[in-house]
């Protein structure tokens, strides 16, 4: 089992559609999460860290499951500028070196 | 605009050539990572250094060689690559805090010919 799952999509959803991604752990000694935005040839960019509590950025909400060991990434009102791969990344309590999951793609079309 | 500086953006280079990335950064981050990304995959972790020592090396090929001559600065030296490591090459940076993010460079994207 890999330490860090993604369901790869693509998810193609319309403009204006609320779409969710989930990324679940394999170690619950996790105590960092995170989530990257990548454009096709760019690099990662961070787009928000998972706080306990939840925490939302505009259109952007992030929520942390540590029970089932899962965390999400809402998108609200999707734009055709939304269209990138998103990464979830882990880091374990301890440690610098953090865990990246496979990406999810997802395409907002028209 | 990114925190960290990686140059050049793109290289093509033989297979008997020696070429250097270079990535710097100057937040005051402690710990730089060198990452290789392929097409449709997840950056791959190659090395780590931590205040300017070397402290993770993932099994990498001797051709690839890192280097930190301080603590603003990575560097990764290739020499005698071959056509399979052709790929998007990512630096990045971040404070040893538990809940500190990398911050990525844009990356150099590199061709072994």
């Known amino acids: 089992r890999k330490e860090v799952e993604q369901d790869p999509g693509p998810f193609n959803v319309p403009e204006g559609a609320t779409v969710a991604f989930n990324c679940t752990y394999s170690?619950?000694?996790?105590?960092?999460f995170f989530w990257y935005r990548q454009d096709c040839r760019k690099e990662p960019k961070l787009l928000m860290s998972?706080?306990?509590s939840g925490n939302e950025d505009g259109r952007f909400t992030a929520q942390l499951n540590r029970a089932s060991q899962y965390i999400s990434l809402l998108i609200r009102d999707s734009k055709l500028s939304d269209s990138a791969t998103y990464l979830c990344?882990?880091?374990?309590?301890?440690?610098?070196?953090?865990?990246f999951g496979r990406g999810t793609s997802l395409i907002v079309h028209p | 605009d990114t925190e960290v500086t990686q140059t050049p953006k793109h290289l093509v280079m033989g297979m008997t050539n020696k070429k250097s990335l270079k990535c710097e950064q100057h937040?005051?981050?402690?710990?730089m990572y060198w990452y290789k990304q392929k097409a449709k995959k997840p950056p791959e972790l190659m090395f780590v250094?931590?205040?300017?020592?070397?402290?993770i090396n993932e099994s990498v090929p001797s051709r690839f060689s890192p280097e930190c001559p301080n603590s603003s600065l990575l560097n990764l030296h290739l020499h005698a690559l071959q056509p399979e490591d052709s790929a998007l090459y990512l630096c990045?940076?971040?404070?040893?805090?538990?809940?500190?993010?990398?911050?990525f460079g844009n990356g150099t994207r590199l061709t072994v010919t």
């Open positions: 990045a940076s971040s404070s040893q805090e538990i809940n500190s993010p990398l911050h």
């Open positions: 250094y931590s205040y300017e020592k070397l402290s």
């Open positions: 990344v882990v880091k374990q309590g301890g440690s610098y070196i953090p865990t």
């Open positions: 170690n619950s000694a996790s105590q960092s």
């Open positions: 937040m005051g981050h402690r710990a």
């Open positions: 998972v706080y306990s």
